[in-house]
């Protein structure tokens, strides 16, 4: 068991407070438990760590229980707990186990909400919720394919929850057309982003240059940069192919991650890259710990995910930084960057369109970049601040205690 510094308080004490002001009662009523299988760096584990800022900033307690991962010193510092919890594998045993421990979690930390991201954990959060009064809701991060919807319907995990959180509007009538919720219509919340650390103004030269000499990037040619995680999901192969296509134009490819990548699969990139004369121009710029730094050196950031049914938080971050953005296009990301022009959305899977989108976005003079930087860093701004969308959550989860109170 991991504990930051915010301890909660002894399980024997009154949930009443002796104040007339209702809302410290339910502030004080206010513990939430949220369920991520791991605290990488990822989307659903980044917004339950911002969830769980939220509800230490409003005098409650929250507890993450995960598998670990680079997010937890983050958690911790906020003031939360964190609990180590693997939830690999799928037999009768290891869910009644599992659990039994989250009854016990709930009823120790005086939990009043549980709260789950991503659907493998549904039941699980669900079972324990029910089992101790807990109210239970659960964020939609994607438009899930039809085998998970089915599998959501069966174990009831979207039906049996209080209120149910969709990232994007269109994500919310997906399930809508769908389910029929008993909270009514998912409320959405659009997933933020650390602004403070995705400015480019507070990028050094210092950063850049250091990042640069790091990854061993040839002076000169413009960066192709595809963040995020090195996946085949994330379209990698997609991109070699269509900058092959760029014939003998002179820029160079980055992919750039803050998590590892499997041996495996970048020895096939590097393969796929050879394969397409681009041996020598391409680097792999895994276990980055410093993304704000690896986008100031991006001429072009590439979203490359042919499926396109979640958040896209790479694209919100090279858009705080005011850089232009290729992506395949998707009703989810055409909400997502609205009428930015500093976004190329191409049909997916399309690597002729792909290629020609990012000619077009090289194309663009220094004058025009600078024009439109502001731009594309202000829908950042407006869209996807983190704080505002703790806060939103926040909001529900009292909204929910107080309905709660009064029945």
């Known amino acids: 068991m991991e504990r930051g510094p915010g301890l909660p308080s002894s399980p024997g004490e009154s949930d009443d407070t002796h104040s007339t002001d209702p809302w410290a009662t339910i502030s004080d009523r206010l513990g939430v438990l949220q369920v991520v299988p791991d605290l990488g760096p990822n989307g659903p584990a980044r917004a339950a760590v911002d969830v769980a ?109 209080q209120r149910v959180i969709a990232v994007s509007e269109t994500a919310a009538e997906h399930l809508a057309s769908r389910h029929r919720l008993p909270g009514g219509r998912p409320l959405v919340i659009t997933p933020g982003i650390d602004l403070p650390r995705f400015d480019p103004t507070r990028v050094s030269a210092e950063r850049m240059i250091q990042l640069s000499q790091a990854w061993r990037l040839p002076d000169g040619p413009p960066v192709i940069m595809l963040p995020g995680r090195i996946a085949r ?11 092959a296509l760029m014939g003998g134009r002179d820029l160079h490819c980055v992919f750039a991650a803050e998590a590892p990548a499997g041996p495996g699969y970048s020895k096939e990139l590097a393969g796929l890259a050879r394969q397409h004369g681009m041996e020598g121009r391409l680097t792999i710029g895994d276990d980055c710990r410093d993304m704000p730094a690896a986008y100031m050196l991006a001429d072009v950031v590439v979203y490359a995910r042919a499926d396109g049914t979640g958040f896209a938080r790479v694209v919100a971050e090279a858009q705080a930084m005011g850089r232009p953005v290729v992506a395949f296009d998707s009703p989810l990301l055409r909400e997502q960057t609205g009428e930015s022009r500093m976004t190329w959305l191409v049909p997916p899977g399309d690597r002729a369109a792909l290629a020609q989108a990012i000619g077009e976005a090289l194309d663009l003079s220094a004058a025009e970049r ?38």
């Not at 670990?68 to 010193?73: P, Q, W």
């Not at 999901?233 to 900058?243: P, V």
Request: hydrophobic letters at 50%; a positive charge.
């Open 233 to 243: 999901s994330r379209g990698h192969g997609a991109l070699i192919e269509a900058l």
């Open 370 to 407: 600078q024009a439109l930087a502001p731009e594309a860093s202000a829908i950042a701004r407006q869209h996807f601040n983190r704080a505002t969308s703790a806060a939103a959550m926040i909001e529900i989860f009292l909204d929910l205690l107080m309905s709660a109170k009064a029945a």
């Open 53 to 161: 800022v939220g509800t230490v900033a409003a005098g409650g307690r929250a507890v993450v229980v995960s598998a670990g991962g680079r997010l937890v010193a983050d958690l911790l510092r906020c003031g939360a707990t964190h609990i180590v919890m693997p939830f690999a594998g799928d037999n009768a045993l290891g869910r009644w186990t599992n659990v039994r421990r989250l009854v016990k979690l709930i009823r120790e930390h005086r939990i009043s909400i549980v709260h789950t991201h991503v659907p493998s954990a549904a039941w699980l959060a669900k079972k324990a919720a029910v089992e101790t009064g807990a109210v239970y809701t659960l964020t939609c991060h994607s438009l899930y394919p039809a085998e998970t919807f089915a599998e959501l319907r069966r174990n009831g995990v979207l039906e049996g929850a």
